[in-house]
T-cell receptor
Framework: NAGVMQNPRHLVRRRGQEARLRCSPMKGHSHVYWYRQLPEEGLKFMVY????????ESGMPKERFSAEFPKEGPSILRIQQVVRGDSAAYFC?????????????FGPGTRLTVL | AQSVTQLGSHVSVSEGALVLLRCNYSSSVPPYLFWYVQYPNQGLQLLLK??????LVKGINGFEAEFKKSETSFHLTKPSAHMSDAAEYFCAVIKAAGNKLTFGGGTRVLVKP
């Protein structure tokens, strides 16, 4: 059973461009979470999604950031008009339904560098 | 609101010595508690978790942690450090399933030969 997949692993963007980060959860997992790890800071929650629904977006910046988890395909974290402060590692996690739903399994992350 | 405090952002241990990483939490309800490990340029790997039941939890790679409600602590230990244990360790808390993880600031472990 493949783990959580994220791509790209590394992404370089110039200021003002758009960044699209993709996350495919583990097979059978229906919950997806996005976290951000800024340099010298800890991991911070951004958003929690289930298929076609945003459940909790309390950690998302109010502007430029959006997330989706469509019925088919991976979850996408989209950052419009990137700025240098968006440079960070972005991690996706997934959890299964049912008994083990309290446990989140993490992907390898996408490291975004904004020039 | 929940919070997690990890005492010591850096810990240095000798190979073969005890590893002790401290974690204290605050939560309005009994939480679920987790330890994750992050190797350089990689994602987080689950070491162990406590939800209910036995308060001493054993995880992978010889690590264990004990939930002490009276001390609101969930310290991580390993009797004998190995060079491969050099990594960053994160304590995290969740209120219930389907909730966001709140992480401590992380402790970076250096293992000296």
């Amino acid at each position: 059973n493949a783990g959580v997949m994220q791509n790209p692993r590394h992404l370089v963007r110039r200021r003002g461009q758009e960044a699209r980060l993709r996350c495919s959860p583990m097979k059978g997992h229906s919950h997806v979470y996005w976290y951000r790890q800024l340099p010298e800071e800890g991991l911070k929650f951004m958003v929690y999604l289930q298929k076609e629904n945003i459940i909790d977006e309390s950690g998302m910046p109010k502007e430029r950031f959006s997330a989706e988890f469509p019925k088919e395909g991976p979850s996408i974290l989209r950052i419009q008009q990137v700025v240098r402060g968006d440079s960070a590692a972005y991690f996706c996690a997934s959890s299964p339904p049912g008994r083990d739903s309290d446990t989140q399994y993490f992907g390898p992350g996408t490291r975004l560098t904004v020039l | 609101a929940q919070s997690v405090t990890q005492l010591g952002s850096h810990v240095s241990v000798s190979e073969g010595a005890l590893v002790l990483l401290r974690c204290n939490y605050s939560s309005s309800v009994p939480p679920y508690l987790f330890w994750y490990v992050q190797y350089p340029n990689q994602g987080l790997q689950l070491l162990l978790k406590y939800t209910t039941g036995a308060t001493l939890v054993k995880g992978i790679n010889g690590f264990e942690a004990e939930f002490k409600k009276s001390e609101t602590s969930f310290h991580l230990t390993k009797p004998s450090a190995h060079m491969s244990d050099a990594a960053e360790y994160f304590c995290a808390v969740i209120k219930a399933a389907g909730n966001k993880l709140t992480f401590g600031g992380g402790t970076r472990v250096l293992v000296k030969p």
